[in-house]
Every structure is written in structure tokens, then in C-alpha cells.
């Protein structure tokens, strides 16, 4: 299976041994959208460091928007490898230890098992952690637990084929060493890269790498946000309705074009963070459809434009279901900075 990498091994002898990969790896990234993309980061860094200066916020408060997020975390992530569960089905499974009828067992194991393994980062989470191979096949161990028992935890040792994708990945004699590369990565690299686009960059190589037969998705989303909560960002949450602009960015990335992966993680921190921000006093800020904004006659473009500047991170938006809302003061602060 390989050896995890430790104290005493050499990360250049992994790259001697497999040049190729380890290219693919480090390959350069591509970023287009550098105006919407350069916005949207400063207000995520904004908005996380009004959160850190409003700390301490009410208990009773930051646990209910905890719960609300690991609610739609375990959902989203689900229903993106086609658990078929509600939103509702899956609060009633894991909040009141209910049984869905038609639904079958594993997707009742689905949503407990990630539910767990939520519990299981937020006990990992410190400043000082720095990431470990094993953490990831624990994650991975929860995540297929009663589901696939014989690999839960476990490097695959076969080659897999993913339908849909534009790449075949790396052979299971490779994985473990791409695997330790990739983690000595992220865990030295953290002032080469702004932090959100680091973990971005790990969650689509962790993919590429499909360390696993079954459940890398899931395990790739987890272990991206036990980074992100380590540095004190909310979870980044993509959402179902995102599912084919999430799957079209990682074939992206793919090639090397980070864009639109950057774009939609960045984009689901701040909405997760805007959930954060709603709590704190003074800074409750309404958010609305765009299509009640753009009716606004003070508001001084259409629904359409509102919807692109939205969409490309121009404005302070995010998506609720398929419907982006936004403030109507962002759009005017837009317009404003324009001029």
C-alpha cells in the first residue's frame, strides 16, 4: 500500500520515483476571472476577520448556525453522489433517529455516518494541526462504514475508472506516496498561496489522486474543510443544485484552469460565513431574491446583470437553493465603485 510519510522519509525520493505524477501535482495554475475572483476573496477575508473581532458571539447562536450547517453539509454532500434523501428526510434521521420509508439503508448510513465524521473534524480542529495521512482514512473509514466495510479506511489496491471525467487517475502502487506529497503540500505552503485557494487546490488534487474505490467525494469535501476550520473559516459547502458546475470545474482543474473551482469554493465560504455575520449585532444585513432587488428603483441595473455580477463574485451573493439573493446595498456599492 506504501508507506505514509513520516519524520524520517524523503519527499524528493517520492518525486524521483514518480516524476510524472508528481508533475500533474504541482502543475501551474491558470486563473482568468482575476477581477471578480480578487473581490470576492477580499470580502471573504473581510467578513472572516469581522468575524474573528466579533468573538465572542452568543453559544446558543453559533450552535444553531453549527447545526444548520453540518444539517446542509451531510445533505448537500450526499445528494451530490446521488443520495436521494430531503433536506427534511435527513433532519429527521439524524435529529430524531428516524427511519425513512423508500428510502434504502445505505442512504440512512450516508447521512449518519457523515454526520460523524463532521464530529469527528471538530474534534481534529486546532491551530496547531497540521494534516495526516491517517486523519484522511479515518474520514474515509466513517464515511463507508456499514456501506463498504471491507475498504472503509483503506487505499484502494485496483485501478478505477470515473465516468464523465477527462482523466484516468494514478495506479494504487502510486497513491500512497502522491497522497503524502500532496499532504507535505498543503502543510508548507500555506504563506506560497491565499488560504482559500490552498484548500481549493487540495480538494480537486485529493480528487485527481481518488485515493479510494467509492466515497472520494465526500472524503475530498470533509477533508477540505477540516483545513479551512483549522483556520478558523466556517465550512465551505457546495451545494446540490451546483452539482454539474462543480463536477465541470474539477475536470477543469484538470488541465490546470483553477477558475471556476477557486470561484465556487470561495463562494461557498462566504456563504457560510454570511450565515456567522447574521448573528452578530448590528451587522444583520437583508438578503433578498435578485429579482425583488432588481424591481428596487433605486437599484440601478436589471435582473439579468445582478445575476452575472452575482454568479462571477462581483457583488456580496450567495446562493439559497437555486435562487441567488443579494443586498440591494451591494449592488448600489457596485455601481458606485464604478465610478
Do not use: C
Request: charged share 25%; hydrophobic share 40%; no cysteine.
Amino acid at each position: 500500500m506504501g508507506k505514509i510519510l513520516n519524520k524520517n522519509n524523503k519527499i524528493s525520493d517520492k518525486i524521483n520515483i514518480f516524476v510524472s505524477d508528481i508533475i500533474i501535482i504541482m502543475n501551474p495554475v491558470i486563473l482568468k476571472n482575476e477581477d471578480g475572483i480578487s473581490d470576492l476573496l477580499e470580502r471573504v477575508l473581510n467578513k472572516k476577520a469581522l468575524l474573528d473581532d466579533s468573538r465572542p458571539l452568543p453559544a446558543s447562536a453559533i450552535n444553531r448556525v453549527q447545526q444548520d450547517l453540518a444539517l446542509e453539509w451531510t445533505y448537500n454532500s450526499n445528494s451530490i453522489e446521488g443520495n436521494s434523501l430531503t433536506l427534511a428526510e435527513t433532519r429527521v434521521i439524524l435529529q430524531d433517529g428516524l427511519t425513512i420509508g423508500g428510502k434504502s439503508l445505505r442512504e440512512h448510513f450516508e447521512a449518519i455516518n457523515h454526520d460523524k465524521a463532521i464530529s469527528f473534524l471538530e474534534e481534529l480542529v486546532s491551530k496547531s494541526y497540521d494534516l495526516r495521512a491517517i486523519d484522511i482514512l479515518s474520514i474515509h473509514e466513517m464515511v463507508m462504514k456499514n456501506i463498504d466495510d471491507q475498504f472503509a479506511g483503506r487505499i484502494r489496491n485496483g485501478m478505477v475508472r470515473i465516468v464523465g471525467a477527462n482523466f484516468t487517475p494514478p495506479g494504487p502502487e502510486k497513491v500512497a506516496d502522491l497522497l503524502d506529497v500532496l499532504i507535505n503540500q498543503v502543510n508548507t505552503n500555506t504563506e506560497k498561496w491565499d488560504l482559500p485557494f490552498l484548500i481549493t487546490y487540495f480538494h480537486h488534487k485529493l480528487v485527481w489522486i481518488h485515493p479510494f474505490f467509492d466515497g472520494n467525494g465526500r472524503t475530498g469535501r470533509l477533508a477540505m474543510n477540516l483545513l479551512l476550520m483549522k483556520h478558523g473559516f466556517p465550512p465551505a459547502i457546495i451545494l446540490k443544485n451546483d452539482r454539474k458546475k462543480y463536477y465541470t470545474a474539477l475536470n477543469l482543474a484538470n488541465k490546470g484552469d483553477y477558475e471556476k473551482l477557486y470561484l465556487l469554493v470561495l463562494q461557498a465560504i462566504e456563504r457560510s460565513l454570511n450565515m456567522y455575520i447574521q448573528i452578530i449585532p448590528k451587522e444583520y444585513r437583508i438578503f433578498e431574491p435578485i429579482a425583488l432587488i432588481a424591481n428596487d428603483p433605486e437599484v440601478p441595473y436589471g435582473m439579468e446583470y445582478i445575476s452575472l455580477l452575482a454568479r462571477t463574485g462581483k457583488i456580496d451573493a450567495h446562493k439559497e437553493g437555486r435562487n441567488w439573493v443579494t443586498t440591494k446595498e451591494a449592488v448600489i456599492k457596485h455601481k458606485e465603485s464604478k465610478h
